[in-house]
């Protein structure tokens, strides 16, 4: 019962009940499957290389915000590129919001000239106890982004008070799309590695 509470206080919290990151909790205690070898799909998955290896696919979303799960209850939301929401990986990212144009909708524009934003997140312990929950962390971040031979390479360096981090991501040059990022979810949480796919391009 007092799990049960718990999670339902946690879902009220990471917005309202259709909210990405509301999903992606809900995603991480749906029913899971048996853990079989890794699925043979087509279309869209991510690739999950850490903090554990996963192949998780599409459950939900529209449009660039997307809601993918994978074995073991892990389920991550995104909204383009970005990792905005996390269940089952540890610490949980349960909120992510990003004041004005995301710089991630065309990296090929950070290369002339850096994109600064301010990026807020909420989180919360892997054992959902309100007191490890920290809302609103407001980050000011920069992006920028470089050619390295065949890729566009971006960093997107974030700071508030004593707390930094940088996360980092692969494109093509020609359509900015993202194929490979390292991305903070948190402070208590090592960074999640992801590779963007379509299996369809893989036939």
């Given amino acids: 019962m007092a799990l049960a509470r718990s999670l339902i ?3 009220l919290l990471a917005g309202c009940g259709d909210t990405p990151a509301a999903e992606a ?6 029913p899971t499957p048996v853990e079989e070898a890794e699925p ?3 279309g869209p998955v991510l690739v999950l290389l850490a903090p554990r290896r996963a192949t998780l696919l599409p459950v939900g979303g529209s449009g660039p915000r997307q809601l993918w799960r994978g074995p073991g209850g892990i389920a991550i ?9 996390t269940a089952g990986l540890g610490q949980m990212l349960t909120a992510t919001r990003v ?3 995301d710089p991630l909708e065309d990296l090929r524009a ?12 909420d989180l919360s312990g892997a054992d959902r106890d309100p007191a490890s ?3 609103g962390l407001s980050f000011e971040c920069v992006v920028r982004a470089r050619i ?3 890729w566009l390479v971006a960093e997107e360096r974030c700071g508030r008070n004593f707390e930094f981090f940088t996360n980092r991501y692969w494109a093509l040059p020609a359509t900015g799309q993202v194929v490979r990022s390292e991305q903070w979810v948190g402070d208590a949480a090592g960074p999640v590695v992801v590779l963007h796919r379509d299996m369809r391009s893989f036939n």
């Fill in 25 to 30: 909790v809900r995603a991480a205690f749906a």
């Fill in 99 to 101: 004041d004005g144009p």
């Fill in 110 to 121: 950070t290369v002339a000239v850096p994109q600064s934003t301010r990026r807020t997140v």
């Fill in 133 to 135: 929950m920290r809302f």
């Fill in 9 to 11: 206080a946690l879902l």
């Fill in 40 to 42: 043979v799909v087509q």
């Fill in 77 to 85: 939301a995104t909204d383009g590129a970005r990792v905005v929401a």
């Fill in 148 to 150: 390295e031979g065949e």
